[in-house]
């Protein structure tokens, strides 16, 4: 299977690089192809163009590489903390340029773009993990969990992903080391799960 693995988070020493580590290693070990991307380490630049906005306008080579890898992926693994209830600025804007109409979701027949799009990409699964300062009833109850309604009900249902999960690890900024150690044997049981080991593999 193929499975893109996009990363959004600053710090090279941050827990986030360690689930997204400890992720593209299970995967490797499963014998799956990852496409893996930290977003920083590689500057993407999250502002999307006036020219880029139309179906099936000319993206330059970065932003076709990564339409091209969705569209292939068999599954996708999301990797942020959450800021202000939302993602990262810079996954954000990965979310505007990648997730694309003839690349992610399509309106059918006359509809102009009113209606309720049919999703095109072929995942089997998306799974997120996310960190957070924020205690797991206070995120809920008082915020409504923003991030849950974004990642399932505005881009991975939209776009045809039927299988989702969203893992949460809080409250990180006071997580001990022992902890920590269990959350990423957490995050390497939940790949394994959702993507077990290719039968081919050895």
Known sequence: ???????????????????????????????????????????????????????GADLNTVIQRHCDELSQADGIIIIHPNWWGQPPAILKGWIDRVIRPGIAYEFQGEDEGDGVPVGLLKAQAALVFNTSNTYPEREKEIFGDPLEM?????????????????????????????????????????????????????
């Open 150 to 202: 974004l990642w399932n009900n505005c881009v991975f249902s939209l776009c045809g992903v039927t299988t989702f999960y969203r893992q949460t690890f809080s409250v990180i900024v006071v997580s001990s080391e022992t902890q920590r150690k269990q959350w990423l044997e957490e995050v390497q049981e939940t790949v394994h799960r959702f993507f077990p080991k290719n039968s081919q593999t050895k």
């Open 1 to 55: 299977m193929n499975i893109s693995v996009i990363l959004g988070h600053p710090s090279q020493s941050s827990f986030n690089h360690a689930i997204a580590a400890t992720a593209v290693h299970t995967l490797s070990k499963n014998g799956h192809a990852v496409y893996y991307h930290d977003l920083y380490a590689e500057e993407f630049n999250p502002v999307m163009p006036e020219q880029e906005v139309p179906k």
